[in-house]
């Protein structure tokens, strides 16, 4: 049972170029959500995703882009890398709103680094 | 708006000592409360959940929160630290009817020989 799988889990960039963060899980869980980790600032949510087809922005959205057309998958996209990108990434799942008590289940992140 | 507060960025103990991470979280509805542990360079594990029923939560390792609502708090504790322990530790919020995790900042432990 691999559970949530992010790749890659290291990546380095130059500013403008683009990218996407492959997030997969094989739980069959409705819910999907991309945060990012900076010291200091704990995990903050950058999109999300209720199920196949729906999407929404979290917290600090801008700069990046989802899409959710399978139930499994939940790509992030930066579109035109920042420094201020640079950030641990974390994608997450979990079995969606009708058992809300259930956690969210975590990938092991990926490590971006922006120049 | 629902909120986390984690009181002190790190705290430190010597193996075998009592610890005690801090959360308070700020909630219009009854919410579930979680904790997550986050050893170095991996992703985030859960050790305990607060939903409904009993207040004293049991986890994993040998931890335990308690969820008080009259003071809005969910700490963890463990008797005695363990060198394993040293980790970040992040206490989370949701509200009834959403995925939607709100994290705290963060608290580092470590453990002292």
């Known amino acids: 049972n691999a559970g949530v799988t992010q790749t890659p889990k290291f990546q380095v960039l130059k500013t403008g170029q683009s990218m996407t963060l492959q997030c997969a899980q094989d739980m069959n869980h409705e819910y999907m959500s991309w945060y990012r980790q900076d010291p200091g600032m704990g995990l903050r949510l950058i999109h999300y995703s209720v199920g196949a087809g729906i999407t929404d922005q979290g917290e600090v959205p801008n700069g990046y882009n989802v899409s959710r057309s399978t139930t499994e998958d939940f790509p992030l996209r930066l579109l035109s890398a920042a420094p201020s990108q640079t950030s641990v990434y974390f994608c997450?799942?979990?079995?969606?709103?009708?058992?809300?008590?259930?956690?969210?289940?975590f990938g092991d992140g990926t490590r971006l680094s922006i120049l | 708006a629902q909120s986390v507060t984690q009181l002190g960025s790190h705290v430190s103990v010597s193996e075998g000592a009592l610890v005690l991470l801090r959360c308070n979280y700020s909630s219009s509805v009854p919410p579930y409360l979680f904790w997550y542990v986050q050893y170095p360079n991996q992703g985030l594990q859960l050790l305990l959940k607060?939903?409904?029923?009993?207040?004293l939560v049991k986890g994993i390792n040998g931890f335990e929160a308690e969820f008080k609502k009259s003071e809005t708090s969910f700490h963890l504790t463990k008797p005695s630290a363990h060198m394993s322990d040293a980790a970040e530790y992040f206490c989370?919020?949701?509200?009834?009817?959403?995925?939607?995790?709100?994290f705290g900042t963060g608290t580092r432990l470590q453990v002292f020989p």
């Open positions: 997450a799942s979990s079995p969606g709103t009708a058992n809300s008590n259930q956690p969210q289940h």
């Open positions: 989370a919020v949701r509200g009834y009817n959403t995925d939607k995790l709100i």
């Open positions: 607060y939903t409904t029923g009993a207040t």
